[in-house]
Each structure stands twice: as structure tokens, then as C-alpha cells.
């Protein structure tokens, strides 16, 4: 039999359960959510294991991840994760991904983004099974009408998670540029630094040569730069 490694984690937005599979996590969720039970059966259903209370690197890693996160100092989780469920709930939570810090998507924006605009109930449901949140931003998804909808952790948590990311998400390119070159890693993965002379992208704290302002052009995640062209700084390896 398999083995779900887990760690149960007390955050000020309540008490997790983290569990790893190999070396990826396959779940970081709230441990005392209505669809606890149901969450836990498929996991280890699919995987054919059984929780076992016992620490990873994976974990403790991920343990550092959530800290930073909700103190404001990460916007882009690290963490390799593994999806267990259906092709479809896959898809959902891939465009979950695609929902950037502090910003929302709506259930038919996913429904749009998977190309099944008709899914919109199906989607509502993927969306509640995940069982990896703030990594799969679920808490990113509000009602058409602007509304917050139901959320694993409660909606005041979800609130107060949104609230986190619109206060931490909000600076300028002026600002941004004077900051960079100052080495402080306070806004590492808020944003990432692209040099449009050498095609290569870098943390805000990057101790190389700052770049002339004209050069420089900015994105919230690493996977942007990459999609537009970019590479990473050997200096500060984003």
C-alpha cells in the first residue's frame, strides 16, 4: 500500500491539512471543511494509499510557502503539486492557475476558459473538490454578480484572502523600477523584472547590474516572462 505522507498546520486562516505523494503535494486544504471526508476518500482512492502522519521536505517547504503567502512577502507558490481526479476537474483547475493574484474569475469565465461555456454547474463542482487550495486559487472565484460564493475555509476567510491580495498587488511601474537593485526580497514573486536588451527575466532583489528604465518591462509571474521570450537570471535563478 501507498503511502499520503500528511501534517496538520495551524495558519491564521485556520487549520490545514497538508499531504504529499513522491515528492510533489497532492493536498493542502482546510482540515475541518464539510467535504473533508469526500476530498480524503478520492486521494487516497486514486492514489491507492493511506495518510500517514509523517514530515516531508515537500511539506515543510510548503509550510514555509503558506507563511510567506500570507504575510504578504509571496504571490507565486513554488511547490510542485499533483492533481488527483478527472480529466475535466484537471482542466478546471489548470484555468484555476491561470487566475492570477489578486485578481477574481467568475465560474463562466472558467467555464469560457476550458472552452465549455455550457459546463458552468460541472465547473462549480470541480471547483469544490479541489483539494490543494491557495496553490489551486479557488478562493479567486466569486459569483457573476460579484458576490463572494462558497468557499472550503468559509467565506470570511475567502474574503480576507482576497483583501490580502489586492492590498499586495497594487504598485506602479515607477515604483517597481525604483525598488529594484535594492537586493530586498520583500517583493519576490510580486513581481518579475524583464530586460528587453538581454531576454532575461529576474526577482525584484537581483543583485546584478540594474537595467536602464527604458529596458525594462514587468510581469506578476515568471510564467508570463517565459511565455513573451524571456529566460532566467543565472544571478538571482527565479
Same mark, same amino acid.
Given at each position: 500500500?501507498?503511502? %499520503? ?9 485556520? &487549520? ?6 513522491? +515528492?510533489? $503535494?497532492?493536498? $493542502? ?13 478520492? $486521494?487516497? /482512492?486514486?492514489? +491507492? *494509499?493511506?495518510?500517514?502522519?509523517? @514530515? ?7 509550510? =514555509?510557502?503558506?507563511? &510567506?503567502?500570507?504575510? #504578504?512577502? /509571496? ?5 510542485? %503539486?499533483?492533481?488527483? #481526479? ?13 487566475? +492570477? !493574484?489578486?485578481?477574481?474569475?467568475? !465560474? ?13 454547474? *460541472?465547473?462549480?463542482?470541480?471547483? #469544490? ?15 457573476? @454578480?460579484?458576490?463572494?460564493? #462558497? ?6 476567510? =475567502?474574503?480576507?484572502? $482576497? ?24 517583493? @519576490? ?9 538581454? /531576454? ?7 543583485? *546584478?547590474?540594474?537595467?536602464? =528604465? ?9 510564467? &508570463? ?5 524571456? /529566460?532566467?537570471? &543565472?544571478?538571482?535563478?527565479?
Amino acid at each position: 500500500m501507498n503511502t %499520503i505522507n500528511i501534517q496538520y498546520y495551524k495558519t491564521k486562516i485556520g &487549520e490545514l491539512i497538508l499531504g504529499s505523494f513522491g +515528492n510533489k $503535494l497532492c493536498l $493542502l486544504d482546510f482540515r475541518y471543511r464539510r467535504m473533508r471526508t469526500s476530498v480524503d476518500n478520492r $486521494l487516497k /482512492r486514486e492514489l +491507492n *494509499a493511506e495518510y500517514i502522519e509523517q @514530515d516531508t521536505n515537500v511539506l515543510k517547504e510548503t509550510r =514555509k510557502q503558506i507563511d &510567506e503567502y500570507l504575510s #504578504g512577502e /509571496r504571490v507565486e507558490f513554488t511547490i510542485p %503539486i499533483l492533481m488527483v #481526479g478527472s480529466d475535466f476537474q484537471k482542466q478546471v483547475w489548470n484555468a484555476l492557475i491561470s487566475v +492570477n !493574484y489578486g485578481e477574481v474569475a467568475t !465560474y463562466l469565465d472558467l467555464a469560457k476558459n476550458i472552452n465549455n461555456e455550457k459546463a458552468v454547474r *460541472a465547473v462549480a463542482s470541480a471547483n #469544490g473538490a479541489n483539494s490543494i487550495g491557495l496553490i489551486i486559487p479557488c478562493h479567486r472565484i466569486i459569483g457573476s @454578480d460579484g458576490d463572494l460564493v #462558497g468557499y472550503g475555509g468559509g467565506l470570511q476567510v =475567502k474574503k480576507r484572502l $482576497l483583501n490580502l491580495e489586492k492590498k499586495n498587488s497594487k504598485l506602479t511601474d515607477d515604483e517597481k523600477y525604483e525598488f529594484i537593485g535594492s537586493r530586498n526580497k520583500k517583493f @519576490d514573486f510580486k513581481f518579475i523584472t524583464a530586460v528587453k536588451t538581454t /531576454r532575461i527575466y529576474c526577482l525584484p532583489s537581483c543583485s *546584478a547590474k540594474k537595467p536602464n =528604465k527604458e529596458n525594462v518591462v514587468f510581469y506578476d509571474t515568471k510564467k &508570463e516572462a517565459i511565455k513573451n521570450g524571456y /529566460r532566467a537570471c &543565472e544571478v538571482c535563478n527565479p
